[in-house]
């Protein structure tokens, strides 16, 4: 890997590319180191087994949650009418399920493979060069990161309430929802996936908010096609741990080390 000097101030367009650069340079790191990145699959298998089973019984009850969301405004239409208000509800319901379940994965997935992931972002950290930071063993560091990722997981639970009433627009709510759901959910990918690196710093979540927003482009450019990618059935697997060595770089990246 080659070392980069963070230039003082790039285009916005720039950032975004750089911050898609790094997710496939995460990629790439399959090929540097497979086993690391092979073994943190298993966490994510684990994430993905439980939001599927949980999305098997919302898809089973999904008609009786249209019935009721619409029971107390549309249960004198006519019947057309009343149907449509049903599938209408039924698809709002179902976005901002999917959305919800694309934002929480890779939260969930941190929660359960922490001492995986924090192995595959040390490994690339004394690739690149030592730093100072601590390598502290992965039962003091895990309380924190999964404190970070739960309230990370409570900022999704509420954002996604305005996503989901915004899929009951007609027309325009279902194109819309979608895309404001990708817009949030790539923010806060970003804010999860650099967790680690950042807390190794001693960069704790409300700095790490402030140091990002400060490169938003590049958050966005490395977080939404994380987002996106989790809408691939079985893609989402294979994401996180290359994402968790994205979110290294980027993180040294923002601190002016070496990527």
Do not use: C
């Not at 997710?23 to 599927?52: D, N, S």
């Not at 730093?131 to 404190?147: C, E, G, I, Q, V």
């Not at 691939?232 to 968790?244: D, E, G, R, T």
Request: aromatic share 10%; net charge positive.
């Amino acid at each position: 890997m080659s070392a980069v000097t963070p230039p003082v101030r790039t285009s916005t367009g720039s950032e975004f590319l750089l911050g898609l650069k790094l997710l496939g340079r995460g990629f790439g790191m399959y090929a540097k180191y497979p086993g690391q990145l092979l073994l943190g699959l298993i966490p994510a298998v684990i994430a993905f087994l439980i939001l599927l089973a949980a999305f098997v019984v919302l898809v089973v009850f999904l008609g009786d949650l249209g019935a009721w969301t619409t029971n107390w405004f549309a249960e004198e239409w006519s019947t057309d009418a009343r149907n449509a208000a049903r599938l209408l509800a039924q698809a709002a319901i179902a976005v901002g399920a999917i959305w919800l379940a694309v934002v929480t994965y890779t939260s969930l997935t941190l929660i359960i493979g922490d001492p995986f992931y924090e192995k595959i972002s040390e490994q690339i950290e004394h690739r690149l060069g030592a730093s100072n930071y601590p390598d502290l063993p992965w039962y003091r560091t895990l309380p924190r990161n999964a404190m970070d990722s739960v309230r990370v997981i409570g900022t999704q639970l509420v954002l996604s309430i305005p996503v989901l009433l915004l899929g009951f627009v007609p027309f325009a709510g279902q194109l819309l929802a979608p895309i404001v759901g990708l817009l949030i959910g790539g923010w806060l990918l970003s804010v999860d996936l650099t967790g680690i690196p950042f807390n190794r710093r001693g960069t704790f979540l409300r700095e790490r908010r402030k140091v990002l927003r400060q490169h938003r482009a590049l958050a966005l450019g490395f977080g939404i096609p994380v987002a996106a990618l989790s809408l691939v059935p079985f893609a989402n697997i294979l994401v996180i741990p290359a994402a968790i060595a994205g979110g290294t770089l980027l993180t040294r990246y923002v601190h002016g080390e070496r990527i």
